[in-house]
T-cell receptor
Framework: DSGVTQTPKHLITATGQRVTLRCSPRSGDLSVYWYQQSLDQGLQFLIQ???????AKGNILERFSAQQFPDLHSELNLSSLELGDSALYFC????????????????FGSGTRLTVV | AQSVTQPDIHITVSEGASLELRCNYS??????LFWYVQSPGQGLQLLLK??????LVQGIKGFEAEFKRSQSSFNLRKPSVHWSDAAEYFCAVVGDYGGSQGNLIFGKGTKLSVKP
């Protein structure tokens, strides 16, 4: 157990639907990162939050959004789902924007596998 | 743009044989480099990292990696592979500008199979 908890582990939904993926970071970690892993694109950085604030955006579609709550858990919302959104979505955490990464690297959760049918 | 290249998509080695997984990066300054391992159905586990100092880095599970600035490489090695090492291995670098600044840029991964 890495200490980063992601729910649900698996999700099957239809095109056009909306889903929410949840991540609880490791205790004490303030930063949460979301990554998408697909066969064709590999691991792509989506978005980062630090202590409730958005810090960086990567290749995140406009149909996707995220937030980090006061208790530091984060949710990734995916809407108007398309077949191509099927992927493994990872959450990772670190204890700060910079120092945590350089000292520890990210700690990854086990992911949520999203299948859009 | 910054990038990480893992030239080998799939490698098969015999148990007990040595292993080297290749990683090349494009980066202007001194990079922060990582190797992660992903077992089937699992998240990514950090094997080792390089920030500065000694260019030979020791990690968990008997892995090591060597940073070679002249070759822009950070190859992962293990002297004797165990069947439990079968997994996918990812090399990553911390981005230094744009949306990737401070975040990890991953290679496409190398899948390792181990023959008995």
């Amino acid at each position: 157990d890495s200490g980063v908890t992601q729910t649900p582990k698996h999700l099957i939904t239809a095109t056009g639907q909306r889903v929410t993926l949840r991540c609880s970071p490791r205790s004490g970690d303030l930063s949460v990162y979301w990554y998408q892993q697909s066969l064709d694109q590999g691991l792509q950085f989506l978005i980062q939050y630090y202590n409730g604030e958005e810090r960086a955006k990567g290749n995140i579609l406009e149909r996707f959004s995220a937030q980090q709550f006061p208790d530091l858990h984060s949710e990734l919302n995916l809407s108007s789902l398309e077949l191509g959104d099927s992927a493994l979505y990872f959450c990772a955490s670190s204890d700060s924007r910079d120092r945590g990464l350089r000292n520890y690297g990210y700690t990854f959760g086990s992911g949520t596998r999203l299948t859009v049918v | 743009a910054q990038s990480v290249t893992q030239p080998d998509i799939h490698i098969t080695v015999s148990e007990g044989a040595s292993l080297e997984l290749r990683c090349n990066y494009s980066y202007g300054a001194t990079p922060y480099l990582f190797w992660y391992v992903q077992s089937p159905g699992q998240g990514l586990q950090l094997l080792l990292k390089y920030f500065s100092g000694d260019t030979l880095v020791q990690g968990i599970k008997g892995f090591e990696a060597e940073f070679k600035r002249s070759q822009s490489s950070f190859n992962l090695r293990k002297p004797s592979v165990h069947w439990s090492d079968a997994a996918e291995y990812f090399c990553a670098v911390v981005g230094d500008y744009g949306g990737s600044q401070g975040n990890l840029i991953f290679g496409k991964g190398t899948k390792l199979s181990v023959k008995p």
